[in-house]
T-cell receptor, first 117, second 113 residues
Framework: GAVVSQHPSWVICKSGTSVKIECRSL??????MFWYRQFPKQSLMLMAT?????????EQGVEKDKFLINHASLTLSTLTVTSAHPEDSSFYIC?????????????FGPGTRLTVT | AQSVAQPEDQVNVAEGNPLTVKCTYS??????LFWYVQYPNRGLQFLLK??????LVKGSYGFEAEFNKSQTSFHLKKPSALVSDSALYFCAVSQQAGTALIFGKGTTLSVSS
């Protein structure tokens, strides 16, 4: 089946630094990827929709200048948390939409645990 | 606006007993409904989905779910629970294929031996 990877799986950074998280579709092309965040014991909340070759669409309340999304190729989307603060500590999960195979399925990555100290 | 409700924070069952995890939804038009399972510090694993057709959907690991349009429900079921089924379960909905999912708050399933 289709596989989506995320790198890194976990990261610890200091407050004020930036962190980049990669989301890759390994065996299919994804024109659309989604970024979610999950706080402990809470549900997944959609942050933004990433479209290859165009600007991401952010959900209300998500700062686009803080959470930079780049979808430069059909297999890679990146989320950069800029000037990270402890309240950005969360579990970030991406998903990729596979429409080329005709299934239009959505596959989730394993997630990235971000801890800001 | 779309929404998903999982009314139970936790469901406790004994191993071998049937289990049900409840989900109701609100969406305009025909819903696309999903169930995912999440183990600690892991991503989501797809269990099953309903798009159209038979109201009873069979999925992975012996799970199934029944779509009930009149009650706007999509409850997850399994005839005989295993201890290894203990995890966090999410119901999700979207208005069309391939769009972002709206998730319920999740239900923790605890299966005791």
């Amino acid at each position: 089946g289709a596989v989506v990877s995320q790198h890194p799986s976990w990261v610890i950074c200091k407050s004020g630094t930036s962190v980049k998280i990669e989301c890759r579709s390994l065996d299919f092309q994804a024109t659309t990827m989604f970024w979610y965040r999950q706080f402990p014991k809470q549900s997944l909340m959609l942050m933004a929709t990433s479209n290859e070759g165009s600007k991401a669409t952010y959900e209300q309340g998500v700062e686009k200048d803080k959470f930079l999304i780049n979808h430069a190729s059909l297999t890679l989307s990146t989320l950069t948390v800029t000037s990270a603060h402890p309240e950005d500590s969360s579990f970030y999960i991406c998903s990729a939409r596979d429409w080329t195979s005709g299934t239009d399925e959505q596959y989730f990555g394993p997630g990235t645990r971000l801890t800001v100290t | 606006a779309q929404s998903v409700a999982q009314p139970e924070d936790q469901v406790n069952v004994a191993e071998g007993n049937p289990l049900t995890v409840k989900c109701t939804y609100s969406v305009s038009g025909n819903p696309y409904l999903f169930w995912y399972v999440q183990y600690p510090n892991r991503g989501l694993q797809f269990l099953l989905k309903y798009i159209t057709g038979d109201n009873l959907v069979k999925g992975s690991y012996g799970f199934e779910a029944e779509f009930n349009k009149s009650q706007t429900s999509f409850h997850l079921k399994k005839p005989s629970a295993l201890v290894s089924d203990s995890a966090l379960y999410f119901c999700a909905v979207s208005q069309q294929a391939g769009t972002a999912l709206i998730f319920g708050k999740g239900t923790t399933l605890s299966v005791s031996s």
